[in-house]
Structures are given as C-alpha cells and as structure tokens.
C-alpha cells in the first residue's frame, strides 16, 4: 500500500511564497512520475505541476506558470512545490498524487496514488 504524506501548507499573505513537500511511502520514491493538483471549495479539483519519472520533465497549468516550481529528490524521497508571488485564488487543499507510468499526466484519473491533502490559504 502507497501513502502519500503532504506537508508545507498554510497561511500566507498574497505575495508571499510557501513551499509543499510530498514523501511517499511503500515502494521505490523513483518508480513513480508525481503530480500535484488542488481543489478549492465549491470547484472541481484541478491540474497544478507535473514532473516525469525518468528525464525530470515538469508541465504546468498556465495559471502557476512562471511563479511555481515542482521538483524531485530522489535522495531524500521528496517531491516538492515551491509557490511564489501566491495570490488569494490560489487558495485551495493541495494534493500531491503517484503515479507509475513515467510519463507526465494532468488529469486525476491518469494516478494511482493520492496523498490526504494540506490546506493552502492566501490571504488578500
């Protein structure tokens, strides 16, 4: 059984950064390609980062390219999203989700593994 345990969520004011952490558990950190996605109340949950398994590609929805960045370290069995310039509609419940197939994925459907979700509020 894989579990996907987030962390870095919080409260920050617009402008500011945060910075999520994702270790998953129960098999080899390297098998999995990673994603991230978010969901805010009322809304349906929604692509944010992707980073491949094998060449380390990223994919990004249009609305955190340039001010967000998804990254892997396959040392410390952690993938990462680092947040800047966040802006108050960013504010959702982050997820961070596993998949096997190596390549990089923007619908849910396309994971195997999903974390619980951190709580992500930027305030105006």
């Known amino acids: 059984q894989v579990q996907l345990v987030e962390s870095g969520g919080g409260l920050v004011q617009a402008g500011g950064s945060l910075r999520l952490s994702c270790a998953p558990s129960g098999r080899t950190f390297s098998s999995y390609a990673m994603g991230w996605f978010r969901q805010a109340p009322g809304k349906e949950r929604e692509f944010v980062a992707a980073i491949s398994r094998i060449t380390y590609s990223t994919y990004y929805a249009d609305s955190v390219k340039g001010r967000f960045t998804i990254s892997r370290d396959n040392a410390k069995n952690t993938v990462y999203l680092q947040m800047n310039s966040l802006k108050p509609e960013d504010t959702a419940v982050y997820y961070c989700?596993?998949?096997?197939?190596?390549?990089?994925?923007?619908?849910?459907?396309?994971?195997?593994?999903w974390g619980q979700g951190t709580q992500v509020t930027v305030s105006s």
């Open positions: 989700a596993a998949k096997l197939s190596p390549g990089i994925a923007t619908t849910p459907v396309s994971y195997d593994y």
